[in-house]
């Protein structure tokens, strides 16, 4: 909520946001979605659902509120294609669009998206807000509503399962 | 922001040869491009009317005319309550309805032929729910004219002798 005293979040803030932000968002909500075109459409409604509640925003802790934004949309877009395809039984695409590379890229791709896929909701949220939004794990904390110490946990536990499921790699950045 | 759209960018050097880096597992992808130029023309765009509010709008009619019915069922439910007078040979029911009381209460009271009850007064008397149909108030008899006294009590326990 906005404070007395606090930055108002007007258009040039919002835009200013919108391109620290476009990146990291979209890598994060197109795990959810394994979809260009409706992750990039997530990114911006986010932004759209923020401008609408401005007077409810404060600019310092709005990134931890957007990305909540965003991965709230994620997640219920995600439930209502998996839905939709159970209804429909439409066929979802195995790889990741626009893939490409060797058939062993592909196939390394195709399992990648399987393990995260297979990560409990709680953990995925977690590991891909660490890894892609360069918040803190106070932020992602605040992002999720939960003690930056249960994010830590959480992170490595989600580590934890891509392992199993992919064999070991390297937790490092850079 | 150069390379394609979901390209992944190179990852980084494995620790030891045919061991994953984490940026295999999560490498960064490109967004679409134009995406600020598009998220302006969606800002500047009129505000739609979103279905929510007409949804909502049916469920707020259906809401208060639920709440309208219930009342008026509950009304035409309402208990009587029933009136007895030391002085008079009977129990005049005077609940909404005006129905005579089926109980064992006495006959219904005629008004016409009692013009001393048909001038008392008459004061709300409010009866909890649970209570309702069960209660009987009565008229005592002060020695003051000017006071009026009744006594609010349950059917059940009470003497019905007058």
Redesign the interface.
């Given at each position: 909520m906005q404070t007395a005293g606090s930055a108002v979040l007007d258009k040039a803030r919002l835009e200013r946001l919108y391109v620290d932000l476009e990146r990291p968002m979209y890598n994060v909500v197109y795990r959810w979605l394994w979809d260009s075109a409706e992750a990039h459409d997530v990114v911006q409604e986010t932004f759209v659902k923020l401008w609408q509640m401005r007077s409810q925003v404060a600019v310092e802790t709005v990134r931890p509120l957007a990305y909540r934004i965003a991965v709230n949309l994620a997640s219920n877009r995600r439930r209502w294609f998996r839905l939709r395809r159970w209804v429909s039984l439409e066929q979802q695409p195995d790889e990741p669009a626009g893939a490409n590379g060797t058939p062993e890229d592909h196939l390394q791709q195709a399992a990648v998206r399987r393990a995260i896929d297979h990560l409990p909701e709680r953990y995925r949220r977690v590991i891909l807000l660490c890894d892609f939004s360069g918040m803190t794990y106070a932020q992602v904390g605040e992002a999720l509503r939960i003690p930056a110490g249960t994010v830590g946990s959480r992170r490595s536990h989600a580590l934890g399962l891509l392992r199993q499921a992919l064999g070991d790699f390297d937790d490092h950045d850079e | 922001?150069t390379s394609?759209?979901?390209?992944?960018n190179k990852p980084?050097k494995?620790?030891t040869p045919g061991?994953?880096?984490?940026?295999?597992?999560?490498p960064?992808?490109?967004?679409?491009p134009g995406?600020?130029a598009?998220?302006?023309a969606?800002?500047d765009r009129p505000?739609k009317r979103p279905l929510v509010w007409a949804l909502a709008a049916a469920g707020a009619t259906a809401s208060v005319a639920g709440v309208t019915i219930a009342l008026a069922l509950w009304a035409a439910e309402l208990p009587r309550i029933v009136v007895t007078h030391p002085d008079s040979a009977g129990t005049h029911s005077v609940a909404a309805n005006l129905k005579p009381d089926p109980g064992p209460t006495g006959p219904t009271l005629d008004l016409e032929r009692h013009p001393a009850l048909a001038a008392l007064p008459s004061e709300p008397v409010t009866v909890p729910r649970h209570a309702r149909g069960q209660m009987a108030v009565t008229r005592a008899a002060p020695d003051t004219p000017e006071v009026l006294f009744y006594w609010v009590s349950p059917h059940t326990g009470r003497p019905r002798s007058h």
């Open positions: - | 922001m394609e759209p979901n390209k992944p980084n494995p620790g061991t994953l880096s984490k940026r295999d597992v999560l960064w992808l490109e967004p679409p995406g600020l598009a998220l302006r969606r800002l505000r």
